[in-house]
């Protein structure tokens, strides 16, 4: 029962995390991929920002939800999507950045704009790279609810209820026999 609940608990956080990575992740990726002389220039600080490893400003954010009110059941999810909207927005954006000429040339012929630009050429043209990125983003998700879900800040111990805590917590407390 617990591993079932702690499961469906993290799974909620996982595509709401994936969800609202994709939320900025998409628009953006297109916008940079679509543009190659502002790729050129984004990019050197979107992989660094990508490599920062995230558990370490995982207190700093942990913080900030708290203080806003906040607790880790909710601010876990912040935590999650920092090490997992990287995978969407790489994705998207190669995949942005590989759409043929014709085919650009083609919605311009169209007229194509606003929804119908997204919904007929946009979102098709880049779906490969979107997918890809959320099996990627949603494993990345999985393995950060280890550390997203158990964190220790300011002298405290912040848990969300979650299968990512109770691995962390099991092995915390040498609970061994529940990691099997």
Same mark, same amino acid.
């Given at each position: 029962?617990?591993?079932g609940?702690d499961s469906?608990l993290t799974?909620?956080?996982?595509f709401?995390?994936?969800a609202?990575?994709t939320?900025?992740?998409?628009?953006?990726?297109? $916008?940079?991929?679509?543009?190659p002389?502002?790729?050129?220039?984004?990019?050197p600080f979107?992989q660094?920002?990508?490599s920062?490893?995230?558990?370490?400003?995982?207190p700093?954010?942990l913080l900030? !939800?708290?203080?806003?009110?906040?607790s880790?059941? $909710?601010?876990?999810?912040p935590?999650?999507?920092?090490?997992t909207q990287?995978? !969407?927005l790489?994705n !998207?954006t190669?995949?942005?950045?590989?759409i043929?000429?014709?085919?650009?040339?083609?919605?311009?012929?169209?007229?194509?704009?606003?929804?119908?630009?997204?919904?007929r050429y946009?979102?098709p043209a !880049?779906?490969p790279?979107l997918v890809t990125?959320?099996? =990627?983003?949603?494993g990345?998700?999985?393995?950060? =609810?280890?550390?997203?879900e &158990?964190?220790h800040?300011?002298?405290r111990? &912040?848990?969300?209820t979650?299968?990512g805590?109770?691995?962390s917590?099991a092995t915390? =407390?040498?609970d061994?026999?529940?990691?099997?």
């Amino acid at each position: 029962g617990e591993i079932g609940r702690d499961s469906a608990l993290t799974f909620g956080r996982v595509f709401a995390a994936v969800a609202l990575g994709t939320l900025w992740a998409l628009p953006a990726g297109i $916008w940079i991929g679509l543009n190659p002389g502002l790729s050129s220039r984004l990019q050197p600080f979107i992989q660094f920002a990508a490599s920062f490893p995230a558990p370490m400003i995982y207190p700093w954010i942990l913080l900030l !939800v708290i203080k806003l009110g906040g607790s880790l059941q $909710w601010g876990a999810i912040p935590l999650i999507m920092l090490g997992t909207q990287w995978y !969407v927005l790489f994705n !998207v954006t190669a995949a942005a950045a590989a759409i043929p000429n014709d085919i650009r040339s083609c919605s311009a012929v169209l007229r194509l704009d606003g929804w119908r630009r997204w919904w007929r050429y946009l979102l098709p043209a !880049v779906a490969p790279g979107l997918v890809t990125g959320w099996i =990627t983003a949603a494993g990345g998700a999985w393995n950060a =609810t280890i550390v997203s879900e &158990y964190v220790h800040a300011d002298g405290r111990l &912040y848990e969300a209820t979650g299968l990512g805590a109770l691995i962390s917590r099991a092995t915390d =407390t040498g609970d061994f026999p529940k990691l099997n």
